[in-house]
Antibody
């Protein structure tokens, strides 16, 4: 099992960014997937979940601004981040299923002017 | 939201010492089907978190059996029986019984 995130970077407040998580080593379409973030020097915060049938759930802090999606043909999970705020600065991890049995290496998102 | 309170926040141990970390929940984590969705993770310095324990007491894949989990309802414990140098890092509990999923604030294990 391997999860590899990409798409992070430095972005100005109010702008957008799209993160990707490429999955391999398992039947991606059969699993729910999560995004979890970690602000610098802080603990872990759950961000969003998408089920194997593409039902979605979001943390209140990102609801209406972030969108989780998946492309099973490409074995890829996405997180669209809109209207970014400085408090969204964090390492973003993708993780497999509730229980987070596998994590990616994380991708850094920095929101700053 | 469910608040998970981890104690202690920092733990210092010698190699071979046994230690315990507590995770207390603001609500019972037992669901109506009789399941308790409480998990433990270790985040080593500079690394992603890794699953140690799932569903209170089940050892994750490849996790050494010096790690064990116990508890029920609102009180849970992670025990390391014989700390090794590679166990240093931050330990987190997480609950998935109630939405939204929430994590404890972490316990940092230092090796003396």
């Amino acid at each position: 099992v391997q999860l590899v995130e990409s798409g992070g970077g430095l972005v100005q407040p109010g702008k957008s960014l799209k993160l990707s998580c490429s999955a391999s080593g398992f039947t991606f379409s059969s699993y729910g997937m999560h995004w979890i973030r970690q602000a610098p020097g802080k603990g872990l915060d759950w961000v969003a979940y998408i089920s194997s049938s593409s039902g979605t759930v979001y943390a209140d802090a990102v609801k209406g601004r972030f969108t989780i999606s998946r492309d099973n043909a490409k074995n890829t999970l996405y997180l669209q981040l809109n209207s970014l705020k400085s408090e969204d600065t964090a390492i973003y991890y993708c993780a497999r299923r509730t229980g987070f049995d596998y994590w990616g290496q994380g991708v850094m998102v920095t929101v700053s002017s | 939201d469910v608040v998970l309170t981890q104690t202690p926040s920092t733990l210092s141990a010698t190699i071979g010492q046994s230690v315990s970390i507590s995770c207390r929940s603001s609500q019972s984590l037992l669901d109506s089907a009789g399941n308790t969705y409480l998990y433990w993770y270790l985040q080593r310095p500079g690394q992603s978190p890794q699953l140690l324990i799932y569903l209170v007491s089940n050892l994750g894949s490849g996790v050494p059996n010096r790690f064990s989990g116990s508890g029920s309802g609102t009180d849970f414990t992670l025990k390391i029986s014989g700390v090794e140098a590679e166990d240093l890092g931050v330990y987190y509990c997480m609950q998935a019984t109630h939405a939204p999923l929430t994590f404890g604030s972490g316990t940092k294990l230092e090796i003396k």
